[in-house]
Each structure stands twice: as C-alpha cells, then as structure tokens.
C-alpha cells in the first residue's frame, strides 16, 4: 500500500521550532523527489521546499534561512526542520512523493503559530 504518513505538527508560540517527518511505504522511496507543501486557511496549497533524489534542495523565499529540508533514504524517511517560526508559517503542511507522472500525498499535519 503506497503511504505517507506525516508527523510532528503541533503548537508553537512565534520564534519556536518544530521537526515534521513523512514516512514513506510502498513507493521506491529512494527514486523520488519529495516535498512539503503547505495550506493555510483561505489559501491557495503553496510548494514550501522540495530534495531531489540526489539531495538537491529548494525552497520558497518566505522560509529560505529559516527551514531545512532532508532525507533519510535508510528511514523512508523525509524531514522538515522549521526554526524562526513566524505566525505566518500556520498551515497544514502535507508531504509530496513525486515520480514522473506518479505523484503521492500525505493527509498533512497542523503547525500552528500562536502566542
């Protein structure tokens, strides 16, 4: 069964970090390219950071400096580690596994930004 299972959302207060992950199963996880992807309410799904099977990273610029995106090809594992959290960053934020024409997604994970 082809899954990606997010985890580590939660509740922060502004300037705090969090770690989401995404676990893959049922894919040939070290072929894909990953992503996350967030949805904030009333908004349009926007990309937020994206590794290529090779490592190659990318972000959008309103996290650049402030999240890192990884793999673990061993876990199946893809990660997000998000510092500097701004009241801005609250969202669902779903995981993305991309193959060609072949593309999963994850049921998301809510980080809220509050103080």
């Known amino acids: 069964q082809v899954q990606l299972v997010e985890s580590g959302g939660g509740l922060v207060q502004p300037g705090g970090s969090l770690r989401l992950s995404c676990a893959a199963s049922?894919?040939?996880?070290?072929?894909?390219?990953m992503g996350w992807y967030r949805q904030a309410p009333g908004k349009e799904r926007e990309l937020v950071a994206t590794i290529t099977s090779g490592g190659g990273t990318n972000y959008v610029d309103s996290v650049k400096g402030r999240f890192t995106i990884s793999r673990d090809n061993a876990k199946n594992t893809v990660y997000l580690q998000m510092n500097s959290l701004k009241l801005e960053d609250t969202a669902v934020y779903h995981c993305h596994a991309g193959l060609g024409s072949h593309a999963v997604w994850g049921q998301g994970t809510l980080v809220t930004v509050s103080s």
């Open positions: 049922g894919i040939g996880f070290t072929f894909y390219a």
